[in-house]
């Protein structure tokens, strides 16, 4: 039989039972609970009023947007809308407040450092603070574009930003319905290389020369709204004074027939005989590639034998 002692968590002298100590909450109206809270963030809904824009902020715009109606608030360098979530803070809007139009970093760590804020407040995301050190750094590189004049209206963009540890690269598709079976990483040699299918086109970002990374990243897409994130993992803690350099191809957006092919090095698992012309072949991806590919597509493959190409 297990034996779960009272008030076993927080644990004693912990800084979650410390800081709960120093304030009170709130009692909340009906409908503003947690779960409803993630059911708005997973609504689709526009919470930051930017339309899925993620945006520079300058501390002179940070404190125009400080008012129980429109609340921007700074926490290690990325800026939030809060004001969606006033209702919902348990300590109530008040305490919220007391960071509103600020950096609120060394206010949150007093309170509350454990909370997974970047989870909890993901949707309300406004965008990085813009660097004094790096003000000549806007996260875009020169456009090379190669377009088709038909889908001028639709063309995507991107942008960047960072921080201490995170690198996150933000693709506006303006295409509804996107998933994650649609976006292709690849981190080579150097390069990364990111390829968005939107129907029948294909938009490409290609950079070389980049800081170093982890190979570690994540795929996030808003598929309501057609943003795409990909959340790369530092190496070293320091700034990035750019993504990187802009190589073939970069930031050119064309049909995907026009593309080309792009062939990655796997590892053959294994190879099974279904029929007399049917062989199931397991491949293993390289670490740093995202890859899914969706059900009825066609994947090429090639082997290197004696030289030669089959």
Same mark, same amino acid.
């Given at each position: 039989?297990?034996?779960?002692p009272?008030?076993?968590?927080?644990?004693s002298?912990?800084?979650?039972?410390?800081?709960a100590?120093?304030?009170?909450?709130?009692p909340?109206?009906?409908?503003?609970?947690?779960? %409803?809270?993630?059911?708005?963030?997973?609504?689709?809904?526009?919470?930051?009023g930017?339309?899925?824009?993620?945006i520079?902020?300058?501390?002179q715009e940070?404190?125009?947007?400080?008012?129980?109606?429109?609340?921007?608030?700074?926490?290690?360098?990325?800026?939030?809308?809060?004001?969606?979530?006033?209702?919902?803070? +348990?300590?109530?809007? %008040?305490?919220?407040?007391?960071?509103?139009g600020?950096?609120?970093?060394d206010l949150?760590?007093?309170?509350?450092?454990?909370?997974?804020?970047?989870?909890?407040?993901?949707?309300?995301?406004?965008?990085?603070?813009?660097?004094?050190?790096?003000?000549?750094?806007?996260?875009?590189?020169?456009?090379?574009?190669?377009? %088709?004049?038909s889908?001028?209206?639709?063309?995507?963009?991107?942008?960047?930003?960072?921080?201490?540890?995170?690198?996150?690269?933000?693709?506006?598709?303006?295409?509804?319905?996107?998933?994650?079976?649609?976006?292709?990483?690849?981190?080579?040699?150097?390069?990364?290389?990111?390829?968005?299918?939107?129907?029948?086109?294909?938009?490409?970002?290609?950079?070389?020369?980049?800081?170093?990374?982890?190979?570690?990243?994540?795929?996030?897409?808003?598929?309501?709204?057609?943003?795409?994130?990909?959340v790369?993992?530092?190496? %070293?803690?320091?700034?990035?004074?750019?993504?990187?350099?802009?190589?073939?191809?970069?930031?050119?957006?064309?049909?995907?027939?026009?593309?080309?092919?792009?062939?990655?090095?796997?590892?053959?698992?294994?190879?099974?005989?279904?029929?007399h012309?049917?062989?199931?072949?397991?491949?293993?991806?390289?670490?740093?590639?995202?890859?899914?590919? +969706?059900?009825?597509?066609?994947?090429?493959?090639?082997?290197?034998?004696?030289?030669?190409?089959?």
């Open positions: 039989m297990l034996n779960v009272a008030q076993a968590f927080p644990a002298g912990s800084q979650q039972r410390a800081a100590g120093g304030r009170s909450k709130v909340l109206k009906p409908g503003r609970s947690l779960m %409803d809270w993630i059911r708005l963030t997973k609504s689709g809904k526009d919470l930051t930017l339309k899925g824009r993620l520079e902020v300058t501390e940070l404190a125009k947007h400080s008012k129980k109606d429109d609340c921007w608030i700074c926490i290690r360098g990325l800026v939030y809308n809060v004001t969606p979530y006033m209702e919902y803070h +348990p300590g109530g809007d %008040d305490e919220l407040m007391r960071a509103a600020t950096d609120g970093t949150f760590d007093q309170v509350h450092r454990w909370v997974n804020y970047e989870s909890m407040l993901k949707e309300c995301l406004v965008g990085r603070m813009a660097l004094k050190p790096l003000a000549a750094t806007t996260g875009m590189l020169p456009k090379n574009k190669v377009l %088709d004049t889908s001028k209206d639709l063309t995507p963009s991107y942008d960047w930003f960072q921080t201490d540890y995170l690198v996150t690269v933000v693709i506006y598709t303006k295409q509804k319905g996107m998933n994650s079976e649609m976006v292709i990483v690849d981190y080579q040699d150097g390069r990364l290389r990111i390829d968005s299918i939107l129907r029948d086109y294909s938009y490409l970002l290609h950079i070389g020369k980049c800081f170093s990374f982890i190979f570690f990243f994540k795929v996030h897409v808003a598929e309501k709204v057609g943003k795409v994130e990909i790369l993992k530092k190496k %070293d803690n320091i700034p990035w004074s750019k993504l990187g350099q802009p190589l073939s191809s970069h930031n050119s957006f064309i049909k995907c027939t026009e593309r080309g092919l792009y062939y990655r090095k796997c590892k053959l698992i294994s190879k099974t005989e279904v029929t012309d049917t062989k199931l072949f397991c491949l293993m991806l390289p670490q740093s590639t995202h890859l899914q590919v +969706p059900v009825g597509h066609h994947i090429y493959l090639k082997q290197i034998i004696a030289g030669k190409n089959s």
